[in-house]
């Protein structure tokens, strides 16, 4: 009877790891598609010829400028990553911005507005195009979760 008890205790370990290197497996697998997609977004980003960003929707932080943006405002993506916008404009042009950022994420529609930028003492008014980006569907694949705004200026 000890035999079998410790076989029973056995392969129950060995299902509970066969299920554990699944779930690894899995979500490997889905790390690996949603940083293929990340890349090709990124690539897409890069290759516009308009000043574009991204913002994670949870913090409202700036994840990626693209090179036009780095080369309009001077600001490059490696000061950007991680930052919100008060942390680069003034207050109350920053206020203007996170509000029509919520104004997108509580519709989930694009919405163009007017937006000033403050560049040495200088205003300036660029009209900006602000869109979710989200990833489901065949389009983008995997469990969509929202990736954050995408913001274009012109």
Request: glycine fraction near 6%.
């Amino acid at each position: 009877m000890d035999n079998l008890n410790r076989l029973r205790d056995s392969l129950n370990n060995l299902h509970i790891l066969v299920q554990q290197h699944k779930m690894v497996s899995k979500t490997q697998t889905e790390k690996d598609r949603e940083d293929a997609l990340l890349f090709a977004l990124k690539s897409l980003l890069d290759s516009r010829s308009t000043p574009t960003w991204l913002k994670s929707v949870d913090d409202n932080k700036i994840i990626y400028v693209n090179p036009a943006y780095e080369k309009e405002f001077g600001i490059p993506n490696e000061v950007h990553l991680g930052t919100s916008d008060d942390e680069h404009w003034d207050d109350d042009i920053a206020k203007g911005y996170l509000d029509n950022d919520q104004l997108v994420i509580e519709t989930g529609q694009e919405k163009e507005f007017v937006e000033v930028v403050r560049l040495e003492g200088v205003d300036r008014n660029y009209k900006v195009r602000k869109w979710l980006v989200v990833i489901e569907g065949v389009v983008l694949g995997i469990a969509g979760e929202s990736l954050g705004i995408v913001h274009e200026s012109t």
